[in-house]
C-alpha cells in the first residue's frame, strides 16, 4: 500500500431561504430547443403548441405548410380542427388547408347543447379561418354567462375571458377577473395555481392580465399573487412537452410583463469566497431571465451579512455592481471578510424585495507537516515517528506488519501559519485503482489524528 496522497476536505452546508424573492427563472433556451423539435412532431397539438410558442418568442418558423396538409386530424373533435386551423394562421398556411374545416366549428355554433370549451374552439377556429365574424356578439355573453351559472370552473371563466378578447368585452373580464383570482388554490402556502393545473393557469392569467391592458387598467394581481403565481410557474418549469412549454411560455411571459414583476435572485456559479476569488455574482432578473425593468444598480445591495456562527454582522449596506456587458449580473466584493471562515448569511435586496443566502468563507488550508508512527497494535512499544514536511516525501520505504499500527498525525493551518479547525477532516490513502479514506479525529485542539489499520496487510509505505 502506498500513501501517497494527503486531502483535507472542508464540508460546508450552503443553503438559501427565501423572504419575497423567486430563487430562479425559466430557461428560455430549453423551451425553445423543445418547441423546436415539436414541429417534427405530426400530431396537430404539438404542431399547434410549437408553432405558437415559437412565435411568442419571436423565432423565426421553418416552412411548415407541408406538415399542415398531410396532418391527420378528426374532423368530429373541435379541438383538433381548432389546433388545425390555429396552426396555418400563425404560420401563414392557410392554403394548405381544406374547405371543409369550416363545417365543424359551424356545427358547434349551431348546437343547441355546445359547452364552452367546444364554443371557444369553435369561435376560435373560425377567426382562424377568417370568419371570425360569424359568431353573434349581441346575445353569445348571454349565453356565457347562463352556462358558466352552469359550471363556473375557472377553466371555464378562461374561456370566456378569452372569447371577450375576441368579442369586445373584456370590461366584463375586468369585473370578474378579482373573483376568479380569489378561487385559485395555495399550495404550502408558497404557490398559487388554479384547478386545472397549468393549462387553466396559463389561460387565465393570460387572458386577465391582456383584457387589463387592452381596458387600459392596472393588472388586478397583487404582488403577493405574482410573487406565488410565479412560484407555481417556476415548479413546472420541467415541462417537456411542446404543450406544456408553450403553456409555461404564456404563464410566465403574463407574470413578467406585469409590472412591477416578480424578481428573482440567485448565485451565479461559486457559493464560496477564498483569498484568491473574493467576490461573489448574483443574477438578479424577471421570471423569464431577462433585466428587470426599471431597476437602478444602485438598488441591488447587500443588506447585511451575518456570521451564522455567532451572529456578528460584517457588513451592513454594501452596494453591488453591475458586472460589464451582463446586465443581470451583480458582484459583491467580499474581500473585507475573506480572511475570516465561516458561513455568513447575506441579505440581498433588489428593488425593494430581499433574499437571504448562505455562503461560505473558505480558508486556504494546508498541511505543512505530517508525523507518521509505526507501533505496535497494542501499544506496548513506543512507536516510530518520522516526519514528513510538505512538498517532501518519505526518505525511505516504512515497513510495518500486521502486529503493527501505522498513525498519521497533522495539523491544518492556514495562509498565514495559523492553526485552524477544519469541519472535517479526511485523509485519502492508496493508489489510483485502491484508495480508502479515512477520517481523522481531532488529538487535541491543534491537530488531527488518524489510524490506518487493517490487520492483514504488509504496510509498505512511501509517499510519492
Ligand atoms: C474587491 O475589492 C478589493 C478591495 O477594494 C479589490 O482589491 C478587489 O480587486 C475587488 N475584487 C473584484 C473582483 O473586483
Known sequence: MHLNTFSILVLCLVGWSSANTLQGSIDLKRIQSILQEGLKNKDVASLYYSIKGLKDLKVPIPDVCQDIKNAKYDSKNIEQVFYLASAAALSGCQNSLSTDLLRPPSQVLDKKDATIQELYYAVYTLKALGKGSVYDKEDSLKNLIQLLKKDDSPANYGYVFALCEHMGCT???????????????????????????????????????????????????????????????????????????????????????????????????????????????????????????????????????????????????????????????????????????????????????????????????????????????????????????????????????????????????DKWNKAVTVQQAFVRVGGAHDETIFVAEPDNAKAYKVELVRPTDNLHITTE
Open 171 to 413: 370590461a366584463w373580464t375586468a369585473s370578474h377577473a378579482e373573483g376568479v383570482l380569489l378561487a385559485a388554490d395555495e399550495s404550502d402556502s408558497r404557490a398559487l395555481h388554479f384547478d386545472g393545473g397549468l393549462p387553466v393557469t396559463s389561460m387565465l392569467l393570460s387572458t386577465i392580465t391582456r383584457s387589463y391592458k387592452q381596458q387600459k387598467k392596472a393588472s388586478p394581481l397583487n404582488p403577493e399573487q405574482k410573487l406565488k403565481f410565479a412560484e407555481y410557474v417556476l415548479s413546472r418549469r420541467s415541462v417537456t412537452s411542446p404543450r406544456g412549454a408553450a403553456l409555461l411560455l404564456d404563464a410566465a411571459t403574463a407574470l413578467a410583463d406585469d409590472q412591477p414583476t416578480p424578481i428573482s435572485i440567485v448565485i451565479k456559479g461559486k457559493k464560496y469566497v477564498t483569498s484568491d476569488s473574493d467576490s461573489i455574482e448574483f443574477a438578479v432578473t424577471d421570471l423569464l431571465g431577462r433585466p428587470v425593468p426599471g431597476l437602478k444598480p444602485e438598488d441591488v445591495v447587500a443588506q447585511s451579512g451575518t456570521r451564522l456562527a455567532d451572529d456578528v454582522v460584517v457588513l451592513s449596506k454594501q452596494p453591488l455592481t453591475q458586472k460589464p456587458n451582463e446586465p443581470t449580473t451583480f458582484v459583491l466584493n467580499l474581500s473585507k471578510i475573506k480572511a475570516q471562515y465561516g458561513m455568513y448569511k447575506i441579505a440581498l435586496s433588489a428593488g425593494g424585495k430581499t433574499a437571504n443566502v448562505n455562503i461560505a468563507v473558505l480558508g486556504e488550508i494546508q498541511v505543512s507537516s505530517i508525523e507518521v508512527g509505526i507501533g505496535d497494535v497494542d501499544g506496548t512499544t513506543s512507536p516510530k515517528v518520522t516526519t514528513v514536511t510538505y512538498p517532501n516525501k518519505l526518505t525511505e520505504k516504512l515497513q510495518a506488519d500486521h502486529l503493527q499500527k501505522v498513525t498519521l498525525k497533522f495539523s491544518v493551518r
